[in-house]
């Protein structure tokens, strides 16, 4: 069975953009640490936010959910979210769900953090 917690841990690259790490399953659980880790990561100037999937165990579709929440969120706070670190299962279904075209989708944290520099 898959353990139905997350974690969280906060990175703070500049004002300009953060990393949330992501570590366990990501289901409807998982609402008030993701939220959490969203406000951590979101100051006044803060443009970019990375989304580290490299320690995902899970995902759901309440999980998905949840993503869309925090997407909402950041593009009213004018600010873009990217991911790295998806297996290609979830890559698929970031496709299928059309998520990848609003969190586009890198592969490592080297390409993810250029690409917020240029948000």
Do not use: C, W
């Amino acid at each position: 069975m898959v353990d139905a917690t997350v974690s969280t841990n906060v990175r703070t690259i500049d004002e300009r953009v953060s990393v949330i790490d992501i570590t366990g399953s990501v289901t409807r659980k998982s609402e008030p640490e993701l939220t959490d880790a969203y406000n951590k990561a979101s100051g006044p100037l803060t443009r970019a936010i990375v989304l580290n999937f490299t320690a995902l165990e899970y995902m759901n579709s309440s999980g998905i959910g949840l993503l869309v929440t925090l997407l909402v969120r950041a593009n009213r706070q004018e600010q873009k979210l990217l991911a790295y670190g998806l297996s290609d299962h979830y890559k698929d279904i970031f496709g299928l769900t059309r998520l990848n075209e609003a969190i586009h989708i890198y592969d490592n944290e080297g390409t993810a953090l250029a690409a917020a520099y240029e948000v």
